[in-house]
């Protein structure tokens, strides 16, 4: 089994910044592509920013040059520094990741419980 805790959401100024963390645990072989989404209230889910095996980056338009994506792999984590946080950027934000467990002949998608981010003055 596989379990992803995320961290560092909350409640910011506009023009501030903030770090988000995921990090995976369990019986872990390998983790291929790492993912951030986020959901607005009302609005349908998008991805944010992607990391691949290989540290190849994708950044949704509306947050290139203030959003970086990285990872860990020796700690199977996942990070996104959001800096110059703007007011639409509020929603709660999701990781995703293709996670090939022990046991398992391909990779399955996992997803943490979510965390608030609230950008307002």
């Known amino acids: 089994q596989v379990q992803l805790v995320e961290s560092g959401g909350g409640l910011v100024q506009p023009g501030g910044s903030l770090r988000l963390s995921c990090a995976a645990s369990g019986s872990i072989v390998n983790i291929y592509t790492m993912r951030w989404y986020r959901q607005a209230p009302g609005k349908q889910r998008e991805l944010v920013a992607a990391?691949?095996?290989?540290?190849?980056?994708h950044y949704v338009d509306s947050v290139k040059g203030r959003f970086t994506i990285s990872r860990d792999n020796a700690k199977n984590t996942v990070y996104l520094q959001m800096n110059a946080l703007k007011p639409e950027d509020t929603a709660v934000y999701s990781c995703n990741l293709d996670v090939l467990a022990v046991g398992s002949s391909r990779p399955v998608e996992y997803w943490g419980q979510g965390t608030q981010v609230t950008v307002s003055s």
């Open positions: 990391v691949t095996s290989g540290g190849i980056t």
